[in-house]
């Protein structure tokens, strides 16, 4: 405690300090911190809290044996008001969180599934989860900018909601299978999945530096957001989308429903595990995971074009990209496409995230790997017409690899004249492709391109017939444009015209390519040179056509 001075002992200091006019702002200053001093002693001594007051300004000059350290500031009324709610809040938090595990270490003395202990011990679990919740939250209140305070109230949010997913898990699987409870509980824990995805989502948002990348993100997610309110009235679950469902695929597979994905798109997507069959002498591997994605349209309507494009699509690419493409199937019921399946890829946490990628500013070099597996696969969508792969349509593997999915929009555009040809222009969706921004920087000198990279891909094309291809895609052209249709016949007109053209069309827009970065770089002599160094009589051609007769 500062020591205190009688007013007989301030006079006798300012005696001794020899007041003049210069100091008696200090010493008038000096008489205020000893007045506080005595406040401060009387008012402990009736026990009252004291509000915190900020210590008076100092002049230059005077000290008054520390005041600094001695009118610290203090902690106000509103903050131990605050401070003691949320120590009251945790050890409500605490006590409920005792109550639900003491309710679950009981659950296996209690012999066969009683449903309504089941229900009670969800009820406490829950509870505690909302409890704990609500002190993060309001801890999270206490400290840092706004900003800062509403991402870590989000954070809560988000392991309140993951907790949430689990406690519903944990319920659904104490019932009995096939039971009308154990369905109903599997359903909810489906809506908790659905709300911790979205949480997730909102907070990689809130913590992305403001730019390009957070306001796609932001509008994906309000643009999804209006989606999902409109499948609450036109979507139509299928029999194979709920948990436990049991899917009969090609070769004998037997794939269980293990619950909704979440991997971003608008359509449903659950996650199935295939059953091993173990033979005898052989180690148990790890199942293989598949996905099954309902065939709708973003809205929930039925769409089964997107199913049948998709099981077709994937033959394709496992023609062209070999290892680096995801085997898939249409899945029918009763005669009819109720959606698709395809092995579930797992991603590797190295390699350029390409979604990120495309929405820099200046789009800095990407390893020599992955463009080439970009050059590849726009040979791929090229010929699917699919003007919808964007940077976050791929999966990172190893060796900086690449393996692209989603190509439910294939020959959407194919009658269009604006798909005949090949540009860095034609957006026919919300979101530019890749493909776009990558040759767009190229003609632009921004980014370097190897334009023979995808001539296996060309080649290996060119080895099939125009009939095989439409077989290929028999089916998928039958179910966008009708039998019998004009637009039918139409389709597969240019189709085969695609496949019939393909060399000549690359060829024709690397030449533009080339002619518009010679134009944007005509300061750089070397690379003027290099550039004319990959024409032949003005014109661009491929690294196999460049030998010169004998």
């Known amino acids: 405690m500062p020591e205190t001075k009688t007013p007989e002992e301030v006079q006798r200091r300012h005696q001794e300090l020899s007041v003049n006019e210069g100091q008696t702002k200090q010493v008038e200053q000096l008489a205020q911190h000893e007045a506080f001093s005595r406040l401060q002693e009387e008012t402990e001594k009736t026990a009252q809290p004291l509000r915190a007051i900020q210590p008076l300004p ?12 001695e009118h610290k500031r203090k902690e106000s009324s509103s903050e131990r008001k605050q401070r003691e709610s949320l120590e009251k809040q945790r050890r409500k938090a605490s006590a409920a969180k005792g109550k639900a595990d003491a309710l679950e ?133 299928t029999r194979y989308s709920h948990e436990d469902a049991v899917l009969h695929a090609s070769g004998g597979k037997v794939l269980i429903n293990r619950g909704r994905a979440t991997m971003g798109g608008t359509k449903a997507m659950y996650l199935f595990e295939e059953q091993p069959t173990q033979q005898e002498g052989q180690e148990q591997t790890a199942p293989q995971t598949w996905l099954f994605k309902e065939a709708t349209d973003c809205i929930g309507r039925a769409k089964p074009s997107g199913a049948v494009v998709t099981a077709a699509a994937s033959k394709l690419q496992q023609r062209l990209r070999g290892a680096l ?68 349509n791929f999966i990172n593997q190893a060796n900086d690899h690449i393996i692209s999915f989603d190509k439910e929009a294939s020959f959407n555009t194919l009658l269009k004249k604006e798909a005949q040809h090949m540009s860095y222009t034609f957006k026919p969706h919300s979101n530019d492709t890749i ?28 080895q099939m017939s125009q009939d095989e291809l439409i077989g290929m895609f028999q089916s998928t052209l039958d179910i966008k444009y009708g039998k019998a249709s004009s637009d039918r016949k139409k389709a597969e007109q240019l189709l085969r015209d695609r496949l019939a053209g393909l060399r000549e069309e690359y060829c024709t827009f690397y030449t533009q390519l080339i002619q518009e970065r010679r134009k944007n770089m005509s300061r750089d002599g070397a690379e003027c040179a290099r550039l004319d160094g990959m024409l032949k009589d003005g014109r661009f051609v491929f690294r196999d056509n460049r030998q010169e007769p004998q």
């Open 58 to 69: 100092q002049t230059g000059g005077l000290t008054s044996g520390g005041a600094a350290e």
């Open 105 to 237: 270490s009981g659950r296996s003395q209690n012999g066969p599934v009683q449903q309504k202990r089941e229900q009670e011990i969800l009820s406490s679990r829950l509870n505690a989860i909302a409890e704990e919740e609500t002190a993060d939250r309001m801890e999270a209140e206490r400290n840092g900018t706004a900003e800062a305070v509403e991402i870590q109230k989000k954070a809560a949010s988000l392991k309140a909601q993951e907790a949430r997913v689990a406690a519903y898990h944990s319920a659904a699987t104490q019932m009995v299978p096939g039971s009308k409870e154990r369905a109903r509980l599997m359903a909810k824990k489906e809506a908790e999945v659905l709300k911790w995805d979205k949480l997730k989502r909102e907070l990689k948002v809130a913590r992305m530096p403001e730019g390009a990348e957070k306001e796609r993100e932001a509008d994906t997610i309000a643009r999804h957001a209006n989606f999902d309110r409109l499948k609450k009235l036109f979507r139509k679950p």
């Open 325 to 392: 493409s995801i085997p898939a199937e249409c899945v029918m019921d009763g005669g009819r496409v109720v959606g698709s399946i395809q092995r579930q890829v797992q991603k590797v946490q190295s390699g350029v995230d390409l979604f990120r990628w495309q929405a820099q500013e200046n789009l800095t070099q990407l390893p020599e790997t992955t463009m080439r597996d970009l050059m590849n696969e726009h040979t791929l969508d090229w010929i699917l017409c699919n003007f919808d792969t964007k940077g976050e």
């Open 435 to 462: 493909y776009n921004t990558m040759f767009k920087a190229y003609a632009e000198g921004k980014l370097d391109l190897d334009l023979n990279a995808n001539l296996e891909s060309v080649q290996k094309l060119e």
